[in-house]
């Protein structure tokens, strides 16, 4: 069974850091496409980032320089690093395995990422 | 880039028939697929249509999508409509390595 598990949200001021995680179970990180989406409160769904099976990465263009993606295969494991972040980063972040590079197939329960002073 | 517009809001009878409309600003339309995700309160999103019209195993027939050249747009049709498919829906494409939801549509079964 496919399953993806975030954690590492919580309550962060702005400038600060974070790092997220996903872990990954039921297939390998290394063989898919695997995209980051959050959803501030009472919004529609954004995209933030995808990588690529061969490790290459794209971003919005709201978190280009600040945040990025990687794996680590041997964990099985997707990860977000948020840097600068900023009051309008708050958000629920979700994990999501792509498929046929174009298309999320599995989501994760999303992690709490709260910016505030 | 490119923006995909929705309808806010839609509202339709138990039994009855809604379309929600997805209008791609720029670019064709047919270039790039389209999905649709539903969200119910409280839960993540879940895939109901895939490339334009595929449905994945496990979503019912009720779910229909559409792909309008002329209009630049891709539709979702859900017929028989029940209480449980009150949700948020949203569409996504894309185009060079970049991702676009919609805005989203809550749909009111009523």
């Known amino acids: 069974e496919v399953q993806l598990v975030e954690s590492g949200g919580g309550l962060m001021q702005p400038g600060g850091s974070l790092r997220l995680s996903c872990a990954a179970s039921g297939f390998t990180v290394r063989t898919h496409y695997m995209s980051w989406v959050r959803q501030a409160p009472g919004k529609g769904l954004e995209w933030v980032s995808v990588?690529?099976?061969?490790?290459?990465?794209y971003y919005a263009d709201s978190v280009k320089g600040r945040l990025t993606i990687s794996k680590d295969t041997v964990k099985n494991t997707l990860y977000l690093q948020m840097n600068s972040l900023r009051v309008e980063d708050t958000a629920v972040y979700y994990c999501?395995?792509?498929?046929?590079?174009?298309?999320?197939?599995?989501w994760g329960q999303g992690t709490l990422v709260t910016v505030s002073s | 880039n490119f923006l995909l517009t929705q309808p806010h809001s839609v509202s339709e009878s138990p039994g009855k028939t809604v379309t929600i409309s997805c209008t791609r600003s720029s670019g064709s339309i047919a270039s790039n697929s389209v999905q649709w995700y539903q969200q119910r309160p409280g839960s993540s999103p879940t895939t109901v249509i895939y490339e334009y019209f595929q449905r994945p195993s496990g979503v019912p027939d009720r779910f229909s999508g559409s792909i309008d050249s002329s209009s630049n747009s891709a539709s979702l049709s859900i017929s028989g409509l029940q209480t449980e498919d009150e949700a948020d829906y949203y569409c996504?494409?894309?185009?060079?390595?970049?991702?676009?939801f919609g805005g989203g549509t809550h749909l009111t079964v009523l």
């Open positions: 996504q494409s894309y185009d060079s390595d970049s991702w676009v």
């Open positions: 990588i690529y099976t061969g490790g290459g990465s």
């Open positions: 999501a395995r792509v498929l046929g590079s174009v298309r999320i197939d599995y």
